[in-house]
């Protein structure tokens, strides 16, 4: 079944190492992840393709600022390069990386391709980052004043906002050791 599912994403027979194969059947058979996918595919795909709005307009891509890397296998049946090179095109810093070949999921056809790749695009914006804020602190005038120097206010302002992963109340901690 994982085999024709995996085909009709794009994928060819025998491209997508059997490792994988096995991880998608253990991964839908010991956890929540196939439920969650079927769920979230049936959210955003109606009877006649995207549901509406699901689709971000021109100026929302725009909208987004930081690089992004989409890669796309020209085996995969949804849109084409095409339509993908449209999408990029909107972002400010997007760009389209082509597998030929490669089905929906990319790094299934081949692993060691897309870590490279993954691992090429990390340095390339790691470099851009660092020229980035080197530029930004060589613009900036020099001053006393670290991020280290806040102010008494700016402490206090601080310290009130609530970390949103600690819950709101905590259970007291014993006054003792138990049975105490």
């Given amino acids: 079944m994982v085999r024709r599912q995996l085909a009709g994403l794009g994928h060819a027979a025998g491209?997508?190492?059997a490792a994988f194969v096995e991880w998608h059947v253990a991964m839908s058979r010991e956890t929540d992840w196939a439920r969650h996918e079927r769920d979230m595919v049936r959210a955003v795909l109606?009877?006649?393709g995207y549901r509406p709005g699901l689709v971000p307009a021109d100026a929302e891509l725009a909208g987004?600022?930081?690089p992004t890397l989409m890669v796309y296998g020209t085996a995969d049946p949804l849109g084409s390069v095409e339509v993908w090179r449209r999408f990029t095109d909107r972002l400010p810093h997007g760009e389209l990386e082509v597998v030929d070949g490669g089905g929906h999921l990319v790094w299934y056809d081949d692993p060691d391709?897309?870590?490279?790749?993954?691992a090429m695009y990390e340095s390339e914006l790691r470099q851009h980052l660092n020229l980035r804020d080197q530029r930004t602190r060589e613009a900036q005038p020099a001053t006393a004043t670290t991020d280290l120097e806040l102010s008494d206010a700016m402490r206090h302002s601080i310290a009130r906002v609530?970390?949103?992963?600690v819950p709101p109340t905590l259970p007291a901690a014993p006054d003792g050791p138990a049975g105490t």
């Fill in 113 to 118: 391709q897309a870590a490279q790749r993954k």
């Fill in 15 to 17: 491209r997508v190492p």
């Fill in 162 to 165: 609530p970390d949103p992963y």
């Fill in 46 to 48: 109606g009877p006649g």
């Fill in 64 to 66: 987004i600022g930081p």
